[in-house]
């Protein structure tokens, strides 16, 4: 049984940092931790940052390009983000998603879908103004 839970949410003034992490257990070779997902109130649920299952290539949805920085642990276990000028509109609950390995789904793939195999509980990202 896969089980994929989130760490390193909280509430933090606008314009700080914050650095989430995830870890996947029960996992076989075939599984790995795709990227980050958020949800804020009222909206749906959103791919934002996506990375191969060997950490060289990533995808950022725009609103968070150049803020936020994902990178995965050497044993692929463990997923980081990195949230750097944080704003109020990222507040959020965060969430992380595993799933089976596909030659062809790529890091925007992921990003751009909800169909994954794993998820975790999420982690919640408050940003005040």
């Known amino acids: 049984q896969v089980q994929v839970v989130e760490f390193g949410g909280g509430l933090v003034q606008a314009g700080g940092s914050l650095n989430l992490s995830c870890t996947a257990s029960g996992t076989t070779v075939d599984d790995y931790l795709v990227g980050w997902f958020r949800q804020a109130p009222g909206k749906e649920r959103e791919g934002i940052s996506c990375?191969?299952?060997?950490?060289?290539?990533?995808h950022y949805t725009d609103s968070v390009k150049g803020r936020f920085t994902i990178s995965r642990s050497d044993d692929k276990n463990t997923l980081y983000l990195q949230m750097d000028s944080l704003k109020p509109e990222d507040t959020a609950m965060y969430y992380c998603?595993?799933?089976?390995?596909?030659?062809?789904?790529?890091?925007?793939?992921?990003?751009?879908?909800?169909?994954?195999?794993?998820w975790g509980q999420g982690t919640q990202v408050t940003v005040s103004s």
């Open positions: 998603a595993a799933d089976r390995f596909d030659p062809l789904r790529g890091p925007s793939q992921h990003c751009s879908s909800l169909n994954h195999n794993y």
């Open positions: 990375i191969t299952w060997n950490g060289g290539r990533a």
